[in-house]
Structure formats: C-alpha cells, structure tokens
C-alpha cells in the first residue's frame, strides 16, 4: 500500500521528542513490512527534516483578537497545500493522527479512506485550552470523526468514551509502543541515594508535579529530576532536591536516565477524570530497565507480574497516602532493572504494527467494496 501519514500539528520540540520518534518508527516498520509511506506534517515552526514534508502555518502580531485570526487563516492555508501534496502522492490508504480541525481538512476522504488515530479524550483536554479553542473543538471534530473508516485507539477508555463511541466506527486499541532490544537496557546507577524522574509539560495538572513537590520535601535525601519543567514554573520555595531540567530532546533524556533508578508515570490522571493510558516516557524509561511508580491503569504494562513496578491508586491524595511505600520502593530498586523481554512482550513495536497494518487493510478493503456496491 502508499499510506499518507498526515499529523495536523508537529512541531520543533515535538519531532525531536516521544512523539516525532513514535511517528518515526512506525512509519520505519511500515517500510519494513513493504509499504510505501509519506509523512505529511502541518508545524507552526519553520523546521526541516529528512523524509517529512512541512507546511508551516504562523499567526500574525500579539493582539489575541488578530493573532487567533490569522492563526486561522494561515493554518488553513498550509492545509490547502498539504491536501494537494497528499493528492499529488496518490496514497490507498491515510493515516491521520487526530487533532484541532482546520478547513478544508474534511476533503481528505475524497482523497482515499483514512483511519484516525487517538491519542487522548480531546474534549477533556481543549476545556484546559480556553473557551475559544475548546468551543471550535466541540463544534467541528464531529465533521472528520463521521468522515472516518475507523479508528485507532491508545486506550480502552477513549475507544469506550461516549463521545468517541457515538459514532460507531470499526475500531482497534492499540497502546503506545516502544522500541526495544537489549541494546536498548541502561545500567542501573550506583546512587548512595534514590534518584527519581518524570517527564511532563508544564501546566498540565494531571501529571501531579505538586504531589512531587510535597513528597521532596518531605523526604530530602531523594532527588526528583522533572523533565519538561524549568525553575521559573516551579513556585519559589521549590525543595532544593527537585532538579528542573527544562525541554530535552529524546537523547537528552536518556542522559538524565542513566542516573535515575525509579520513573514516575502521570500521578494525577483522575484530574482528568480518566483511569487508562499507555503514556511514550513511561515506555522510553520500561525499555530502558527502569523500574516504575504507577498511579493509573496502564494498557499494557499494568498486566506485568513484577516486584519492579509499584502500583498506587488513581487519587487526589495517594501520594501522601502511599509516600513511606514510594520511598521504600526507590531504596529497594537501586541497582535492580525491569526483565527486557517481559517489556518487549508488552510493549514492542512489531507486533502492534502488524496489527495496526492488517486493521489498514481490513478497512481499505470495507472501503474499495462499499464503491463497488455504489
């Protein structure tokens, strides 16, 4: 098949990050498997990169009122071109990774069928986004969820959730991945003390920095690395143990890695009120070895019989319910490391994009009988 890969936002950090190598390593499996395929990007930066066709969009002086409107305007523009781009290459098949509409997004179905991937309840998260965007989400994501011939799903829960379940598409779950490989196992460090890390974007409530806060204070032998995070988006009277490293590149934070003997997923996902997710970081850090503290149900890794995951509950206070077990944990982990095959069993890239890649041509050939019929 010549599958178009169309992401409706990537940008600089992005590409560099979980997601620009989650991106790039199916599109790597799909050529492996002998399919032709083309990445088709909108990016508010102006970027390049090998093999990745951008359209840059870039919004027009500070006044909000002008900035959202040009935004517009110019986001629609670079999609125009990129519709052209993805008719020039006369794909089978489309593969888009969900997100904000932008017109005429919804001609892409005239192209060839396509299959939405979802990577998060998008109502839950425009509503932290401001009312515009979260009112522009809710009155037009409905115009390419009915123009869609299935979806793919990170999670049970956002397969199952009403607002994504109301249109009854063909759909199939199929958590993030991880490429993995005993190459790929870090050694563990030799800490006279625990060393812990999470990565998250800043003001994003769900990821529970606040409990980390409270838990380094509370415990100042421990050093907390947060990646994503800089000093100036901590409060000021941070512990001096919580170690802000800011954005990393994917490299980068394999650095911060090789000295950290416990990762942290999200801690606070009932902000959201979700209980699921397969979240990239937490899958970098299990294929690196690295043992893991989780507060959520895990698609794949929670299904892991092992004394190197600690699971503590989805709650507003289960950091400081459970903080004597979290701090045992991490003094008990050094020098210990997840069992790599049991990892790659759950989470390896081969056998999800196979299933990805039959669940393409199971709907293409629902779509190719369907214009018969007609």
């Not at 309840?121 to 509503?127: P, V």
């Not at 965007?133 to 809710?138: K, R, T």
Request: a positive charge; charged letters at 25%.
């Amino acid at each position: 098949m010549r599958i178009a890969y169309v992401t409706l936002y990537l940008d600089a950090h992005m590409s560099q990050g979980g997601v620009g190598a989650k991106i790039r390593t199916q599109i790597k499996f799909w050529r492996e498997f002998g399919h032709q395929v083309a990445l088709f990007a909108l990016s508010p930066d102006d970027w390049r990169e090998e093999d990745v066709r951008v359209f840059r969009y870039a919004p027009l002086g500070s006044f909000p009122l002008i900035k959202s409107a040009t935004r517009f305007f110019s986001r629609s523009a670079a999609m125009i071109k990129l519709l052209q781009e993805v008719r020039h290459f006369q794909p089978d098949f489309i593969y888009l990774r969900n997100g904000l509409y932008v017109y005429p997004l919804h001609r892409i179905c005239k192209i060839a069928p396509f299959i939405m991937e979802l990577n998060s309840l998008d109502l839950k998260e425009s509503s932290y986004q401001g009312r515009l965007f979260h009112w522009f989400n809710q009155l037009t994501r409905g115009i390419i969820f009915r123009r869609a011939a299935g979806l793919v799903s990170v999670s049970h829960e956002i397969a199952e959730s009403q607002e994504n379940a109301r249109y009854k598409k063909p759909v199939r779950v199929i958590a993030n991945a991880a490429e993995t490989g005993r190459e790929m196992l870090l050694s563990a460090p030799s800490n006279p003390a625990p060393v812990l890390s999470i990565a998250v974007s800043p003001g994003m409530t769900w990821h529970g920095v606040d409990k980390l806060l409270w838990l380094a204070a509370q415990y100042p032998d421990l050093t907390i690395n947060i990646v994503g995070y800089c000093r100036e988006d901590l409060p000021g009277d941070a512990p001096k143990n919580i170690r802000p490293h800011g954005f990393l590149s994917r490299e980068q934070v394999r650095e911060v890695l090789k000295t950290t003997d416990v990762v942290f997923g999200t801690l606070a996902l009932h902000r959201n009120n979700m209980e699921e997710a397969s979240p990239l970081k937490v899958r970098e850090a299990a294929v690196y070895g690295i043992p893991l503290i989780l507060a959520y149900h895990d698609t794949d890794l929670s299904a892991l019989q092992t004394d190197c995951i600690l699971k503590i509950p989805n709650t507003e206070d289960n950091v400081r319910t459970h903080a004597s077990q979290i701090y045992d944990f991490a003094y008990r982990m050094r020098g210990r490391r997840l069992a790599v095959d049991a990892v790659e069993a759950c989470i390896g890239h081969r056998r999800k994009e196979e299933t990805r890649l039959a669940f393409f041509e199971k709907i293409r050939a629902a779509a190719l009988e369907k214009e018969e019929n007609h």
